[in-house]
Every structure is written in structure tokens, then in C-alpha cells.
């Protein structure tokens, strides 16, 4: 409908330069050799300016200029002919859409004024400016949008434009907005294959085993090339993962630019945000658009700052959902790699544990056997023997603790069980100690120990260790839990013991947790053999 439209005012503008040309076939030659040149290239940069030099020359014009609209009914941009460089230089700013000039934009028809100073919508000229009487001005509709106006002043060789100038200018709106259409759908075309591009390479990226900082970042510089930004970050769970290169602080971001907790459903969400109100504000950036990433990381967002706003095209739009959805895929792929590799970790561990249990273990047992049966046939030395074997049996109940450890990893299934909290438990306290605590474990701690007294028995391993490691001076501490009919928690050091004068209140509150659970807690302390604590609790 629009293009039979353009045809038909073509048609009836053509028809009257023909009647008017009947003697002279000059003008109506030279348009149609200006139709075409209008429509010749695809850039709309170069289209532009070659719709005004054209036009000043059909017309005879001094100064032809070309307003493009902006989203708020002013002038975005403005291509000018005739005006010398060295007086542009000197004469301020560009028009806004003021005037004479925004007249065209409120009522977008041709526009032909004898003497520009006459006319009620006139504001004057800037300083420096040319002086400008004769006008002629007719608005380029583009698929039924205003896409600007082409204006001309000072017509040369007559007073004024003439009713055959009208006819000649609303042909050339035409074919300039013929060319402005071909001009943007080439520069879409061109914009999708950029971002067609970019989703590719970088989509391929954790695939070929590029590190996704490395993929990230590249798709935060891609982004902020293709439109123009200040900066692009990345951020999953409130984490930077991707930036431009300006590592920042993101715990205010997801609040500043989201108050409301708007755009899950995955909306573009572009904010204005005062100066200097967030660190990731760089080199005079106001505006901050928010594309969601792919639901299932929480607050996850690709945000890109400019200093104006930032009108996003359909393509640009598209092109950032597109890159969005290769974060996120970057991101979940990182995540399923890591679980592959703690996975293979876990796998590498059961195996070591399986060899300790199957080789070690055996032949360790095996050992105490054989010094057993010596003992009782050979009459050695009974303590000595005695010890040997105790020793024995204290190494494979530590080997049977490693094994464990070996087949848990912290944080993953198995983390509620109660070997797992007490080895956490005793691993946390040792972190900075110069002594580790071993640990064994006699019995089915995991099966006969309920949840309940789990609680309580961390608090007695906390207790017992931190005051050995602080205050006893020992060179081993040993940690033993059994079940059997009761569960026993043991902790024993052999430093300096517990000086009569110390305070007791932790230990005090050891006393009433075992009271608590109808249980037992002793303490055995000596200078020279060192301190014992043993808290017990029935197992029901």
C-alpha cells in the first residue's frame, strides 16, 4: 500500500514536470537522472548525502540540508551541502528541529516559503550563520513513518522556489525515501550478519575448550563494538564473570537498575542512572541496558552502559538475546565441565580408597595377626608386643578414617553424615594449627548415631580440640568416635593437662549437653600424661 502511494504522487509529480517541460525536456532529464542517482548505494551515510547534493542541483538551491527524526520529534542528525567547512566551524551546534524546521516534523507536507523571516514559526538563525530567505521543504516518509525532511534555501536565478520546484522536491522525498528503506534494510542485513557472526565464533568457543573467562570477555567486547557502549559486563548469581576491563563491584547493580524486579521474563530493561551512582559507571556513562540471561542462574544479566540512551533496533535486540543465550550456555557447560571433574576427582579417590582398604589393610591385618600368634608361642616381651599391636590397630583404624575421607569430597551428597561433619569439623579447627588431630571411628557411627545428638557432639569435638590445640601444649591429639550401645566421644591429648586454677565454663556447658541427652562427661587430666575428655550418650 505505501509503495502505490509513493508510485502514484511519482506519477502525478512526472506528469506535471512533463506538461510543464513540453518546449524544455532539461528538468524532467535531469530529475529522473536524479531518482536514479538517489537510489544508487546501499549505505545510508553516503545515501544521505547524496540526496542533498542532489537535490540543491536539480532545484538550482544554494543549501540543501536533510533532518532526521529523532524518537522524541527532533532532529538526531543533519547532512548539509553549500555551507564552506571553515564557516560551519564557527557557527555552534546543529538544528534540533526548532523553527521553520520543526514545522515539517509536526505536519509533514511540502513547505514553500517566499522570505523565511515572514513566516510565524520562525526563531532566527544562529550567529555565524548565512543569511537564508527563500525556503522549500517537503518531509521523506519511510513505510508510512516520518523519517526526517529535506529542506533547500536560496534559490538561484528566480525570487523564489516555484509550484514546479514543489513538484520536483516531493519526487525526490520520494526517491529519498525509497533509498533511506533500501539503505536501512541493507545496514540490518549487514547487523544481523555481525551478530550472526559473533553468537557463532563465541558459541563455538567453550566446545573447542577456551576458557570461558576468555569467551566471556570476548563477548563483552564484542557487544560493546557492535553497539557503540562505554562498557559490557556479564554477571551470574551477582558474580562478575565477563567485563570490557573494568573489574567492579556488582552487589548494587541488580537493585539499581532492576528496583522493581522487572525483566525475568527475559525484556530488554534500559534505565537512566544518576552520575557517580555505581563504581561500573565509567567515562560519563548515564544509561545502563539489562538483558536477562537464560532463567535458572538467579540474577544473571548481560548489562551495557552508554552515555545517551541507547534506542536498541529490532537486530540489536535479537543479536543481545542471542549473545545472552551463549552465556548462559557458556556458563552451564563451565559448570557441567567442573562436575565432570570432581566427579573424575571422586572417581580417582574411591579407587586410591579401594587399594588402601584391599592391599594396606589386609596386610596390616594380617601382621598383628602373625605378632599375636608370636606372642602367644614364643614368650616375647608381653608389653613391648602389647604395644606393637596397639599401634597396629590405632594405624588401621587411621587408615580406615582416611578411606572414608577419600570417599567423601565436602559439599557434595554425603556431607550430612556424621563422619563426614566430624572430619569437616576437625579439618576446620586444624586449618591454621601446628598439629592435625587423627581421627577414628569405631563402630556404625552412621547408622546407630541418631541426628539428634549430631548437634552435640560437634560442640563437644569443638570444645576438646580448640582447648588442646590453645592451651595444652601437646604434641598429638586423638579424636575417637565409637557406637556401640552408647555413642563416645573422645578427645585426649598428651600435654600439660588442665591447671587447677583455669576457667571450665565451655567444659561446664559440655556437662549440661550430656545431661541434656541423659549421658556422661568426664574429664581425666595429668601434668605429665596429659588431659582426656570422654562425653557419652545412649543411643535410642
Known amino acids: 500500500m505505501t509503495r502505490r502511494r509513493d508510485l502514484a504522487e511519482v506519477h502525478a509529480a512526472l506528469d506535471a514536470l512533463a506538461h510543464a517541460s513540453v518546449g524544455d525536456p532539461t528538468a524532467l532529464r535531469d530529475l529522473l537522472e536524479a531518482v536514479l542517482l538517489v537510489g544508487r548505494g546501499l549505505e545510508l551515510d553516503q545515501a544521505l548525502q547524496r540526496i542533498v547534493e542532489v537535490a540543491a542541483d536539480v532545484l538550482s538551491a544554494r543549501y540543501c540540508a536533510l533532518g532526521v527524526r529523532g524518537p522524541e520529534l527532533g532532529l538526531q542528525a543533519f547532512v548539509h551541502t553549500g555551507i564552506a567547512p571553515e564557516i560551519r566551524a564557527t557557527m555552534g551546534p546543529l538544528p534540533v528541529g526548532r523553527g521553520v524546521l520543526g514545522e515539517l516534523l509536526h505536519h509533514p507536507e511540502v513547505l514553500r516559503i517566499p522570505k523565511l523571516s515572514d513566516h510565524p514559526a520562525s526563531v532566527g538563525f544562529p550567529p555565524n550563520h548565512p543569511p537564508m530567505d527563500t525556503f522549500l521543504g517537503a518531509p521523506i516518509i519511510v513505510r508510512d513513518e516520518l523519517f526526517g525532511s529535506i529542506y533547500l534555501t536560496e534559490k538561484q536565478g528566480e525570487p523564489e522556489f516555484t509550484p514546479l520546484d514543489e513538484k520536483i522536491v516531493a519526487v525526490l522525498a520520494v526517491a529519498a525515501g525509497i533509498a533511506v528503506d533500501n ?72 537493585e539499581l537498575l532492576d528496583p522493581d524486579g522487572g525483566g525475568e521474563d527475559g525484556e530488554l530493561i534500559v534505565r537512566e542512572l544518576s552520575a557517580g551512582s555505581a563504581p561500573w559507571l565509567r567515562r560519563g556513562a548515564r544509561w545502563a541496558s539489562m538483558q536477562p540471561l537464560q532463567a535458572g542462574r538467579g540474577m544473571s544479566a548481560i548489562v551495557v552502559t552508554h552515555t545517551d540512551r541507547r534506542y536498541w533496533t529490532g537486530e540489536e535486540v535479537a543479536g543481545l538475546q542471542g549473545t545472552a543465550r551463549v552465556a548462559s550456555l557458556a556458563l552451564a557447560y563451565a559448570d557441567q565441565q567442573q562436575l565432570a571433574r570432581d566427579l573424575q576427582v571422586l572417581e580417582d579417590r574411591h579407587r586410591i580408597a579401594r587399594d588402601l582398604h584391599d592391599l594396606v589393610i589386609q596386610r596390616l591385618f594380617a601382621i598383628g595377626m602373625s605378632l599375636q600368634t608370636m606372642q602367644a608361642g614364643a614368650g616375647l616381651d608381653d608389653d613391648r608386643m602389647e604395644q606393637v599391636i596397639t599401634d597396629l590397630d590405632g594405624t588401621i583404624a587411621q587408615i580406615r578414617t582416611s578411606i572414608f575421607d577419600l570417599q567423601g569430597m565436602p559439599g557434595h551428597g554425603d556431607a550430612a553424615t556424621l563422619r563426614r561433619r566430624v572430619l569437616d569439623v576437625v579439618a576446620e579447627l586444624a586449618t591454621h594449627a601446628p598439629i592435625v588431630p587423627s581421627v577414628a571411628f569405631l563402630g556404625p557411627v552412621d547408622t546407630l548415631v541418631p541426628d ?88 535410642r
Open 183 to 254: 539503505a536501512r534494510a541493507f545496514e540490518r542485513a549487514q547487523a544481523r550478519v555481525r551478530w550472526m557472526q559473533v553468537i557463532a565464533d563465541r558459541g563455538s568457543e567453550p566446545l573447542a575448550g577456551t576458557a570461558l573467562t576468555y569467551t566471556l570477555d570476548g563477548l563483552c567486547r564484542d557487544v560493546s563494538a557492535l553497539t557503540g557502549a562505554v562498557d559490557a559486563f556479564i554477571v551470574a548469581g551477582s558474580t562478575l564473570v565477563g567485563h570490557t576491563g573494568a573489574a567492579v563491584c556488582t552487589e548494587d547493580l541488580f
Open 452 to 539: 539428634v545428638l549430631a548437634p552435640h557432639i560437634e560442640a563437644v569435638l569443638r570444645e576438646g580440640i580448640s582447648n588442646a590445640l590453645r592451651h595444652s601444649g601437646a604434641e598429638h591429639i586423638r579424636v575417637r568416635i565409637v557406637a556401640d550401645d552408647v555413642v563416645t566421644v573422645e578427645v585426649s591429648d598428651d600435654g600439660r593437662g588442665i591447671p587447677a586454677t583455669a576457667s571450665q565454663s565451655g567444659l561446664a556447658n559440655l556437662t549440661r549437653r550430656a545431661d541434656d541427652c541423659d549421658g556422661n562427661f568426664t574429664i581425666t587430666t595429668s601434668a605429665t600424661s596429659g588431659t582426656t575428655i570422654t562425653w557419652t550418650a545412649p543411643l
